[in-house]
């Protein structure tokens, strides 16, 4: 089942893409718009060949993998300041909870943030 792939409490973003086929022998939609198979597999055989070109040119190969690379550097850098992000704001949230007499067990408790890390912003 799909949902065996992500943790309880995660977010749906953390799954994979899934691409589905369904076949239906009824009128589901209600519309006469879709994707047919018949438009899916053309659509396949086109990438297919235009992969098959792209994959024979050196230069577009490299431009593919650099420009890979460069989603693949942007993605890291934007997830490193998401959680850098978040780190400034549960530790402005364990200094309010500090000003507010709350217990270092509950600070802890409440924001996932270690003892010694509490300590260090008295």
């Excluded at 070109?53 to 690379?69: C, F, G, N, P, T």
């Excluded at 300041?81 to 509950?106: D, S």
């Amino acid at each position: 089942m799909y949902l065996e792939n992500i943790n309880q409490g995660q977010g749906y973003t953390s799954l994979e893409k899934v691409l589905t086929i369904n076949i239906l022998d009824f009128e589901f939609l209600g519309t006469e718009s879709y994707q047919s198979s018949f438009h899916l597999c053309e659509d396949l055989e086109k990438a297919e060949r235009k992969i098959e070109y792209l994959s024979s040119d050196e230069d577009a190969m490299r431009i593919y993998y650099e420009r890979e690379r460069s989603l693949h550097e942007r993605a890291n850098m934007i997830s490193s300041a998401e959680a850098g992000c978040l780190e400034r704001v549960k530790l402005e949230i364990a200094k309010n909870l500090l000003n507010m007499n709350i217990t270092l067990e509950q600070i802890v408790l409440a924001t996932g943030i270690t003892e010694e890390e509490i300590n260090k912003i008295k």
